[in-house]
T-cell receptor, first 113, second 114 residues
Framework: GQNIDQPTEMTATEGAIVQINCTYQTSGFNGLFWYQQHAGEAPTFLSY????GLEEKGRFSSFLSRSKGYSYLLLKELQMKDSASYLC??????????????FGQGTELSVKP | KAGVTQTPRYLIKTRGQQVTLSCSPISGHRSVSWYQQTPGQGLQFLFE???????NKGNFPGRFSGRQFSNSRSEMNVSTLELGDSALYLC?????????????FGEGSWLTVV
């Protein structure tokens, strides 16, 4: 089956570091995406990993281990505006053509002063 | 560079009616996918189009359909609307379906069925 798990909610303090974990089991794999979604808005692309390792982009970093079916999103120097839902999504490839994103339920992050 | 554009942004329909939503992908993007987002089910894949062909389809009833035009613009249609179809409908575009490392979402169409 297709399954993506991430914590439902997390709380962190402004200026701190937070790590949001994601584990997945999918029939196919062609990359893992992280999106940020503020309430009432569309998801915004944050990162993409297709090979094992760490991808760093400013205050955000994303890590992937394909053998473990595991990824995390690391947010540094947290700001109040980082309060949002963070969505982990795996691109499942069918017959080597096209693909669909399978999403986790999202992690609601609350950043407190 | 313009982003993914969806119209209309908000609409209210009555049960039994039908609705058509439109999506214009980022220039140069040929793959367009549609997703439904509800509080209970999260984001769920509806279908994907590439070069005017439906390449993948999610587990939704036949009331949900779509198409893609030669200029890569896409429409989705929901017929015989039900209360449970109330959701945010999101369109996403990418350079290609199977490769390419970025998938961008539009702002979505908020559908309320009463």
């Amino acid at each position: 089956g297709q399954n993506i798990d991430q914590p439902t909610e997390m709380t962190a303090t402004e200026g701190a570091i937070v790590q949001i974990n994601c584990t997945y089991q999918t029939s196919g794999f062609n990359g893992l995406f992280w999106y940020q979604q503020h309430a009432g808005e569309a998801p915004t692309f944050l990162s993409y990993n297709v090979l094992d390792g760490l991808e760093e982009k400013g205050r955000f970093s994303s890590f992937l281990s394909r053998s473990k079916g595991y990824s995390y999103l690391l947010l540094k120097e947290l700001q109040m505006k980082d309060s949002a839902s963070y969505l982990c999504a795996v691109r499942d490839v069918i017959y080597n053509q096209g693909g669909k994103l399978i999403f986790g339920q999202g992690t609601e992050l609350s950043v407190k002063p | 560079k313009a982003g993914v554009t969806q119209t209309p942004r908000y609409l209210i329909k009555t049960r039994g009616q039908q609705v058509t939503l439109s999506c214009s992908p980022i220039s140069g993007h040929r793959s367009v996918s549609w997703y439904q987002q509800t509080p209970g089910q999260g984001l769920q894949f509806l279908f994907e189009y590439f070069s005017e062909t439906q390449r993948n389809k999610g587990n939704f009833p036949g009331r949900f359909s779509g198409r893609q035009f030669s200029n890569s613009r896409s429409e989705m249609n929901v017929s015989t609307l039900e209360l449970g179809d109330s959701a945010l409908y999101l369109c996403a575009s990418s350079v290609e379906g199977a490769s390419g490392n970025t998938i961008y979402f539009g702002e979505g169409s908020w559908l309320t069925v009463v």
